[in-house]
């Protein structure tokens, strides 16, 4: 499930925490609902009065993105965590310190930069630091994006009139399987549910993007 972004810990309180869970709607419609995921931080500490960004909504892509100097891929490109653990550090090496861990395996993130075997990636929280590429997999995920006002809806084909499957709350983790620009089919998670929504409601995926 989504939100791995982890906390920081305060000078004295020790590490904070949050949970992520699911409320079950009634009835034959599915309402998946985000709660916060207990994630400990074991970084520095740093002032608890410090404030995470804002959200980012992904920006469309152009038709000639710059490539990475190391990979040759396009950047910024998303991608996902392989890492049941993954640490961020403030710079690209181990010299540098840890400033977050992630624990949820398949969170989308987004590579902005690359330096050897480091990429440096952002959450969708806008908060972006380096991880080794071991820690990164290729595997296309998305969350409901964080921005979203209301509940998104999972439908049966990809068309606006299609029968709702569920409704799926911000930041509602998600695999992607394919995307034609307009639409993505997704499967939640530990859930035997997939279907359609509509890609502008996703971070994971660039609006207009196409994954086959």
Not at 37 to 59: C, D, K, N, R
Not at 66 to 75: H, M
Not at 153 to 165: D, G, I, M, Q, V
Request: glycine residues 10%; proline residues 8%.
């Amino acid at each position: 499930m989504p939100r791995a972004r982890l906390e920081r810990a305060g000078p004295a309180s020790g590490p904070l925490a949050r949970h992520l869970g699911q409320a079950w709607g009634t009835g034959w419609k599915k309402t998946l609902a985000l709660c916060f995921l207990g994630i400990a931080l074991t970084g520095p500490s740093m002032a608890a009065s410090q404030q995470s960004p804002a959200s980012v909504e992904p920006p469309a892509r152009t038709d000639q993105e710059p490539k990475g100097r190391e990979s040759g891929l396009t950047v910024p490109r998303f991608v996902s965590l392989r890492s049941r653990e993954a640490r961020m550090r403030v710079g690209p090496s181990l010299d540098y310190g840890i400033a977050w861990i992630y624990r949820v395996p398949g969170l989308p993130l987004e590579i902005i930069e690359e330096y050897g075997n480091w990429r440096q990636v952002r959450d969708s929280d806008g908060v972006s630091g380096w991880m080794h590429r071991a820690l990164l997999s290729g595997k296309r995920t998305a969350t409901i994006g964080p921005w979203a006002a209301s509940n998104v809806s999972l439908r049966a084909e990809p068309r606006s009139s299609a029968r709702t499957l569920a409704s799926l709350a911000a930041r509602v983790r998600l695999s992607i399987n394919t995307c034609d620009g307009s639409w993505c089919d997704v499967e939640v998670p530990g859930h035997d549910l997939s279907g359609f929504v509509r890609q502008t409601a996703l971070w994971g995926v660039y609006p207009n993007e196409t994954i086959k």
